[in-house]
């Protein structure tokens, strides 16, 4: 699913109109079509729109007709002067009063109160009032009409986009439309992105009204939200001929007195994503505990350099970090592991930390890089304060990724995966899953599908939508999810994701 810009809506759906001469007033009637497919008309007779002179209102006008075609009671409100409307809009106005479809003017105190009393009434609410392009705050007799929506409809549907939300940023524009459900259209637009913004928008939905693929390519950029297609197509079958050599060996570093569990995690991450063979190191006074646990899983001592260095040769992919803590002997390993490595390496947790200070190791590396942050790791790293980093997650993460030619998964709600070009959004997980040890997890499921030949860029994407959607799934049955419950759950999600 592409993601655009309001620069690159306008743009696909100007070549749509102008170069390709698919008239606006169709897309319009198809637009209006997607928003009434999306409304539960069984439970829903009653309906307020309302809109203004552009073409978001001429949405509005259109599914107006559409509702009143399937005798539903509409009130139709137009908020401003008739004067400007824009041509495809004008029509669809003029059809509704053809119609004798109830008509009101907002551009009074009094046309307010008229306005109150009908959302009140209705079941549903429809926002027609701005699309993305708007720019400035919104103020007046528009500021008082979002109150009034925000403060009496039972059930509130924004098209495209809530109106007084930016497309770009997510900022509220002075104010803005609360939705239950926002219905956009052929792209998922970028000031969704933005935390907080699923407060405004509700559900979102993305329907194609009819733009062919050429138009969204010739415009849309490198950015895209991974869906199942996306995660099914890359997913390899296992060959009945085949065996554990062919699915790689993974090493994993990690783990510290007081943090076994970030090393068992992390271990069985790899293991039950199907790394053929998992090893891992830590230190000698954790060893015992951890040989006791890794039914599946060998164990070296860290400190046993010979056995060490053979274990880094063998590997497909290693994972480094979890549990170890910020210290030298941490700092040292993975400057080791980078710099004589030459597959992929997977970095996280202290890993990360370490390098604070210490980024020019990233330009000695050998191998193929995935980091792996929080927002708090990435603001240690980057010295960018944490609510920076929150709104310009993606411009933060492909920076990052640019200079030091590495792939950064920067972790949180909407998962950032960029190899500093591609930038994917992870659509699974949710706050079901927040609890200690799902980082370790997610970087054990990384280094496996890394081991198992996926490139680092498709390996951390694959990871991060499979680690969300089992947890997802859990969460449907569960009040909180753990990494334990992952761990058991992820052959079994992995299975079905290739079914």
């Given at each position: 699913m592409k993601i655009a810009t309001v620069k690159t809506a306008r743009a696909v759906d100007g070549y749509s109109i102008n170069e390709l001469k698919i008239p606006g007033i169709v897309l319009m009637e198809n637009a209006a079509l997607k928003v009434v497919k999306n409304i539960d008309l069984k439970k829903c007779d009653s309906f307020c729109v309302i809109c203004t002179k552009g073409n978001n209102g001429g949405d509005g006008f259109a599914v107006a007709r559409h509702l009143y075609n399937l005798n539903k009671k509409v009130h139709?409100?137009?908020?401003?002067?008739?004067?400007?409307?824009?041509?495809?809009?004008?029509?669809?106005?003029?059809?509704?009063?053809?119609?004798?479809?109830?008509?009101?003017?907002?551009?009074?105190?009094?046309?307010?109160?008229?306005?109150?009393?009908?959302?009140?009434?209705?079941?549903?609410t429809i926002d027609a009032l701005f699309g993305t392009g708007i720019s400035r705050n919104i103020l007046g007799i528009q500021d008082s009409v979002i109150d009034l929506i925000n403060k009496y409809g039972s059930y509130v549907i924004s098209i495209d986009i809530p109106s007084g939300l930016n497309g770009d940023t997510g900022n509220v524009m002075g104010n803005c439309v609360r939705a239950n459900k926002t219905i956009t259209f052929q792209l998922y637009k970028m000031g969704f992105l933005k935390y907080g913004s699923d407060r405004f928008t509700g559900e979102v939905i993305?329907?194609?009204?009819?733009?062919?693929?050429?138009?969204?390519?010739?415009?849309?950029?490198?950015?895209?939200?991974?869906?199942?297609?996306?995660?099914?197509?890359?997913?390899?079958?296992?060959?009945?001929?085949?065996?554990?050599?062919?699915?790689?060996?993974?090493?994993?570093?990690?783990?510290?007195?007081?943090?076994?569990?970030?090393?068992?995690?992390?271990?069985?991450?790899?293991?039950?994503?199907?790394?053929?063979?998992?090893?891992?190191?830590?230190?000698?006074?954790?060893?015992?505990?951890?040989?006791?646990?890794?039914v599946e899983g060998m164990t070296i001592d860290l400190e046993e350099n010979l056995k060490l260095e053979k274990t880094i040769e063998k590997s497909?992919?290693?994972?480094?970090?979890?549990?170890?803590?910020?210290?030298?002997?941490?700092?040292?390993?993975?400057?080791?592991?980078?710099?004589?490595?030459?597959?992929?390496?997977?970095?996280?947790?202290?890993?990360?930390?370490?390098?604070?200070?210490?980024?020019?190791?990233?330009?000695?590396?050998?191998?193929?890089?995935?980091?792996?942050?929080?927002?708090?790791?990435?603001?240690?790293?980057?010295?960018?304060?944490?609510?920076?980093?929150?709104?310009?997650?993606?411009?933060?993460?492909?920076?990052?990724?640019?200079?030091?030619?590495?792939?950064?998964?920067?972790?949180?709600?909407?998962?950032?995966?960029?190899?500093?070009?591609?930038?994917?959004?992870?659509?699974?997980?949710?706050?079901?899953?927040?609890?200690?040890?799902?980082?370790?997890?997610?970087?054990?499921?990384?280094?496996?599908?890394?081991?198992?030949?996926?490139?680092?860029?498709?390996?951390?994407?694959i990871a991060a939508f499979i680690h969300g959607y089992v947890g997802e799934e859990l969460s449907k049955d569960m009040y909180s999810v753990n990494a334990s419950h992952v761990l058991h759950q992820l052959p079994f999600s992995i299975k079905k994701l290739t079914e």
């Open positions: 139709v409100f137009l908020v401003g002067k008739e004067s400007g409307m824009s041509e495809d809009c004008s029509i669809n106005y003029n059809i509704l009063k053809n119609l004798r479809i109830n008509l009101n003017v907002v551009d009074s105190e009094e046309s307010l109160v008229q306005l109150k009393e009908c959302i009140k009434e209705s079941d549903v993305v329907e194609d009204i009819g733009i062919p693929n050429l138009a969204v390519e010739r415009f849309s950029g490198s950015e895209f939200i991974m869906d199942q297609d996306f995660i099914k197509g890359k997913l390899k079958i296992r060959d009945k001929f085949s065996h554990k050599g062919d699915y790689g060996r993974v090493l994993v570093i990690a783990g510290s007195r007081g943090f076994t569990g970030a090393a068992y995690i992390c271990t069985q991450g790899a293991i039950r994503s199907g790394a053929g063979l998992v090893t891992l190191g830590c230190y000698k006074d954790i060893q015992p505990i951890l040989s006791e646990k890794l497909d992919a290693i994972a480094i970090g979890p549990g170890m803590g910020a210290n030298d002997s941490t700092l040292n390993l993975v400057k080791k592991v980078i710099t004589t490595f030459r597959k992929t390496v997977v970095i996280d947790a202290d890993g990360i930390n370490v390098l604070s200070g210490n980024l020019n190791i990233l330009k000695e590396k050998k191998c193929d890089v995935i980091l792996t942050p929080h927002l708090g790791e990435m603001s240690r790293i980057t010295s960018l304060g944490i609510e920076y980093i929150c709104e310009n997650r993606i411009k933060v993460a492909k920076d990052f990724a640019k200079e030091y030619n590495v792939i950064v998964l920067l972790k949180g709600y909407n998962t950032v995966i960029t190899d500093g070009n591609l930038v994917a959004i992870n659509s699974t997980g949710n706050s079901a899953m927040a609890s200690g040890g799902m980082g370790d997890c997610l970087t054990g499921i990384i280094a496996s599908f890394s081991a198992q030949k996926q490139g680092p860029f498709e390996a951390a994407s």
